[in-house]
């Protein structure tokens, strides 16, 4: 779809009009840039696949429905300010209109130009290639939400977490609007326990894989698209919210969803009387480079395995 519409040129674009701060967020995604797995056109282009794929699995009502929530959630209402950096969802552009008709026709939904569901798809595709997008959630994934009385639930867009965290609302926050971080990225915490060290997160760079282990299995913490890859990272127990205290790792922006205001709308908000104690965000620049060390290690491990059993047969 990238391709055959060029939205990558569309989003190039797009950009040329953007503000500075903008600009940089686009050019260069912030929580992937001391990665050098990848080059900067790789990230720009997997930010805009993560835009697209991400909401073709929230599904088509959802798709129809963020263009008006984003604009709420962005222009001014009742008084309160709007998002400095404008008003997204509000427009529809022509250049659009052709991967708007497609990817209604992917949900197998066949409409006119003329049609109302076409023209909202239109303002969808054009938040997605609109750079300022990336300024509330550069790394789309999608938080699934059991809304009840919604058949197949809700979703919010939200960032990766770690294998050990759950995303949370405190209550007094879940009124902000969607530009602002109402979610917090919390994990089960003992107060008696000792202070945490750094290196407990870090795994062995030493460390070779077994034949039947992956990278992950072998490293305590790793980001949460890798849970439930292998049998050893088997996916997390639901959030049990009986426990009273919790450790913050960071504030998180979510949006996407529809309104709520409580658990009974489906919308992930702390219960009431739980202790919240502060953290600071796992140092994944330094997990990302111990993971690459236990792959290379275990990489030329294994060549020196193969090779030394090769010469043996000969």
């Avoid at 709308?265 to 480079?289: F, H, I, T």
Wanted: aromatic residues 8%.
């Amino acid at each position: 779809m990238i391709d055959r519409f060029r939205l990558d040129e569309l989003a190039v674009d797009f950009v040329a009009n953007a503000d500075k701060d903008t600009k940089r967020v686009r050019s260069v995604n912030e929580a992937s840039k001391n990665n050098d797995l990848y080059t900067r056109s790789d990230l720009e282009r997997y930010t805009l696949q993560a835009w697209i794929a991400t909401p073709i699995d929230c599904g088509l009502d959802w798709i129809l429905r963020f263009p008006d929530s984003l604009k709420e959630g962005t222009e001014e209402k009742d008084g309160k300010g709007a998002w400095d950096k404008g008003v997204l969802g509000a427009i529809a552009d022509e250049r659009l209109e052709e991967a708007a008709t497609w990817l209604l026709g992917y949900f197998g939904v066949q409409v006119d130009h003329g049609d109302e569901r076409h023209k909202t798809m239109t303002r969808f595709l054009t938040c997605v290639v609109d750079p300022r997008l990336l300024l509330l959630q550069g790394m789309a994934r999608r938080l699934p939400l059991a809304a009840p009385g919604i058949p197949g639930g809700d979703s919010l867009i939200a960032s990766p977490v770690s294998n050990r965290s759950y995303f949370a609302v405190p209550s007094a926050l879940a009124h902000l609007p969607p530009w602002k971080k109402r979610a917090w990225v919390i994990e089960p915490f003992d107060p008696d326990a000792p202070p945490e060290q750094a290196s407990d997160h870090l795994g062995d760079p030493n460390t070779i894989q077994k034949d039947d282990e992956l990278t992950i299995d072998v490293i305590p913490v790793y980001t949460s698209d890798m849970v439930g890859i292998s049998k050893k990272s088997a996916r997390r127990e639901p959030r049990n919210d009986e426990r009273g205290t919790w450790r913050m790792r960071r504030q998180e922006i979510v949006f996407g969803s529809r309104p709520w205001t409580g658990p009974e709308s489906g919308a992930p908000v702390l219960l009431k009387r739980q202790r919240v104690y502060g953290g600071v965000d796992y140092d994944w620049p330094a997990m990302l480079k111990v993971m690459q060390a236990i792959m290379a290690g275990t990489k030329a491990s294994r060549e020196r395995r193969a090779a030394g059993k090769e010469a043996a047969e000969n």
